[in-house]
């Protein structure tokens, strides 16, 4: 199975952005928090900073939108450029239209589900999307603790996209880390999101080679 590593750069150096998007450049994609005040309570960057990242960084960007209005701003991400492009399920009525514009601009379109978000209604919507977000936190900051609670979700998610044999990547966002990396892996999970873990390292390429072997071990 293919394991994807994607640092988050809600735990970089904001000042220098730049050199810090070098120093992950062996992970597969950088994860770029976007965060509106609104729907969660904090606030990063918006479309601005997120095209000069996409100009600068040597891997592809997976950008999870935490805000509301998402039919009306998630489609300018896809059109800068971004790999990935993941909205939450709660911040929109129209999740398959929204997909669908997507990934007509050419993005992968995922859909991101908070911890208190059952998935049973979103199973029958997965040939609509490239990937599935379970968080692990609540979303909002980084350095929060696992939630183990949420792995039943992720073990539904697999059991439906190895039946149906989909090309759904499913990712968990929060509180991943050497010790957590493996029980999320476990439940079917094949990309990660970490922040603290991959930054919080000297040498965050060795942090990542080392989340690269605990996903599998
Ligand atoms: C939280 C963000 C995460 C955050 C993860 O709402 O969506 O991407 O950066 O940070 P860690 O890995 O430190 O929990
Ligand atoms: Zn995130």
Do not use: C
């Not at 994607?6 to 220098?16: M, Q």
């Not at 952005?17 to 969660?40: K, P, Q």
């Not at 950008?63 to 939450?88: K, N, Q």
């Amino acid at each position: 199975m293919t394991t994807r590593i994607n640092p988050s750069i809600l735990a970089a150096d904001f000042a220098n952005l730049e050199h810090e998007l070098g120093r992950i450049a062996s992970a597969d994609l950088v994860h770029v928090d976007v965060m509106d005040n609104h729907f969660v309570p904090n606030l990063t960057f918006g479309p601005q900073m997120v095209g000069r990242l996409q100009q600068v960084s040597p891997i592809p960007l997976d950008v999870h939108l935490m805000i509301s209005d998402v039919d009306r701003w998630a489609p300018g991400y896809a059109e800068l450029g971004a790999f990935s492009v993941t909205f939450h399920a709660e911040a929109t009525d129209e999740p398959v239209a929204l997909a669908r514009r997507l990934r007509e601009i050419g993005a992968r379109a995922g859909i991101a589900l908070k911890p208190g978000t059952d998935v049973e209604p979103y199973l029958e919507l997965l040939p609509e999307f490239d990937q599935v977000l379970v968080m692990t936190v609540e979303p909002g900051f980084g350095g929060q603790s696992f939630m183990a609670e949420t792995m039943p979700k992720l073990e539904r998610l697999s059991r439906v996209v190895r039946e149906t044999g989909l090309d759904v990547w499913l990712q968990v966002d929060g509180g991943i880390s050497l010790d957590t990396i493996g029980i999320a892996a476990e439940a079917g999970a094949d990309t990660f999101v970490a922040g603290s873990a991959v930054f919080g390292g000297e040498v965050p390429a060795d942090r990542i080679a080392a989340l690269r072997d605990a996903a599998v071990a």
